[in-house]
């Protein structure tokens, strides 16, 4: 588990990428300079770990695009000490993105291999989730509740109410949303009723499933 001068220099390209593509908050772009992605990845994927690219990990799962990482985490507007919740923990990469911005992460993955694993992994580079779950993030995480933000790792058919219901007033639900493709989606908690919603452009991500644990 080595991370070279040479994977620190393919960082600093990932990140210049990112900025041309309009990525611009310091703090997210410091955490995908730091964050030895390679060591998220299988071994057969190691040389690719620092293009713009999805990539397989366990599970017929993916790692996100590192934009899709950096474009998600921006639009959370992390503050230190947020609590966060997580759907879709997977390589744990995402997680370790929202550790480093200072939040209190819970994490929910509903594949018992990849929970396995990455609750092993994640600990052992140094990322301290508050919380990773073995569970199904459409449920959201009531004992939990509020939460400053709530971020979704795979494309939503639908917006689950509950995480809806677990926010905070002020806060924010990023959600990329549809079946094929989504459409990436900020709602932001206005009132006990009232959200307002933004559609920021299609992504595409691996699908949020129902109750298959
Ligand atoms: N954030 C991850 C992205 C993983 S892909 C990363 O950076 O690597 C999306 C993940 O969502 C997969 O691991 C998948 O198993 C998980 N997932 C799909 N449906 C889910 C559900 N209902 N509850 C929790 N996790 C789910």
Avoid: W
């Avoid at 994977?7 to 730091?34: C, E, F």
């Avoid at 995402?94 to 092993?120: D, H, M, N, P, W």
């Avoid at 924010?172 to 933004?198: A, S």
């Amino acid at each position: 588990m080595k991370d070279t001068f040479k994977h620190k220099g393919l960082r600093k390209q990932l990140v210049a990428t990112l900025i041309a593509k309009g990525i611009k908050n310091p703090a997210v772009l410091d955490a995908i300079d730091s964050i030895p992605r390679h060591l998220f990845m299988d071994s057969s994927f190691l040389d690719h770990a620092y293009q713009d690219k999805a990539f397989p990990i366990a599970a017929s799962q993916t790692i996100s695009q590192p934009y899709t990482v950096a474009f998600q985490s921006e639009l959370l507007e992390v503050k230190s000490g947020d609590k966060i919740l997580e759907i879709g923990t997977g390589s744990g990469y995402q997680t370790a993105v929202l550790c480093l911005l200072g939040a209190q992460v819970y994490s929910i993955e509903r594949q018992l291999e990849l929970f396995k694993k990455t609750s092993q992994f994640l600990p052992k580079i140094g990322y301290v989730a508050k919380r990773l779950i073995f569970g199904d993030g459409y449920k959201g995480l009531k004992e939990e509740a509020p939460f400053d933000s709530i971020i979704v790792t795979a494309g939503a058919p639908f917006v689950p109410k509950p995480l809806l219901s677990q926010l905070k007033i002020g806060g924010r639900l990023v959600i990329p949303v549809g079946d094929k493709d989504q459409i990436m989606t900020l709602y932001i908690r206005k009132g006990t009723k009232e959200f307002e919603k933004h559609e920021l452009g299609n992504f595409k991500f691996v699908p949020l499933l129902e109750n298959k644990n």
